[in-house]
């Protein structure tokens, strides 16, 4: 089953002209009582380039049902909110800040506190830069850089980590989201 195929049909009227279309402003209440509970679903791990369609295949034995995955983990835009492939990243990096910005340091850790951060100036300027951050701890060995294509790698990789409904329930999950979207 593809994604609007169980969508509602409306009549829309353009110029004189009416015509059927697909009601892609629908939405579905159906995955909020089943997300939270772990009976449903198994932990899976995106690896490097793998899309929903892939997911799905492997999962469902289908790359239609990718719609299932995106929903079940409540992803509403698969190409940010998914994670990207490593040159994709740095393609993203490069765009974002630059080929050599993306390597200098966006701020200073310890542990999981951030302790120093870059800071833009001269926003008026199209020219604008950054002020980068003081190291706050110099001789504290706990204190380490980020770089800012560090940061994105580590924004990415937490996207990697999704919840799978599990195949026994997928034709019960198909049924309740098609009667929710139809009401």
């Known amino acids: 089953m593809t994604y609007f195929s169980s969508f509602p049909k409306t009549f829309q009227d353009f ?3 009416p015509t059927i279309v697909t009601d892609i402003f629908r939405r579905s209440s159906v995955v909020k009582g089943v997300i939270g509970s772990a ?5 899976y791990s995106i690896s490097d380039g793998q899309r929903p369609e892939d997911v799905a295949n492997e999962i469902y034995k289908s790359p239609v049902l990718h719609w299932v995955v995106l929903i079940y983990n409540e ?14 990243l740095v393609d993203y990096c490069k765009s ?19 302790i120093g951060e870059y800071v833009e100036y001269n926003k008026d300027d199209p020219s604008f830069a ?10 504290d060995p706990s204190v ?12 990415n990789d ?26």
């Open 15 to 17: 110029g004189n002209n």
């Open 39 to 43: 009976d449903f679903y198994t932990n």
């Open 75 to 88: 992803i509403h835009d698969p190409f940010f909110a998914w994670p990207l492939s490593q040159s994709e």
């Open 96 to 114: 974002v800040y630059g080929e050599i910005t993306m390597y200098q340091t966006a701020y200073y850790k310890r542990g999981d506190y951030i």
């Open 130 to 139: 950054w002020a980068p951050p003081l190291n706050p701890g110099p001789n």
């Open 144 to 155: 380490y850089p980020v770089s800012f294509i560090e940061h994105e790698e580590a924004v």
């Open 158 to 183: 937490s996207r990697r980590q999704i919840k799978i409904l599990k195949p026994e329930f997928l034709q019960e999950f198909i049924k309740q989201f098609t009667a929710s979207i139809n009401v």
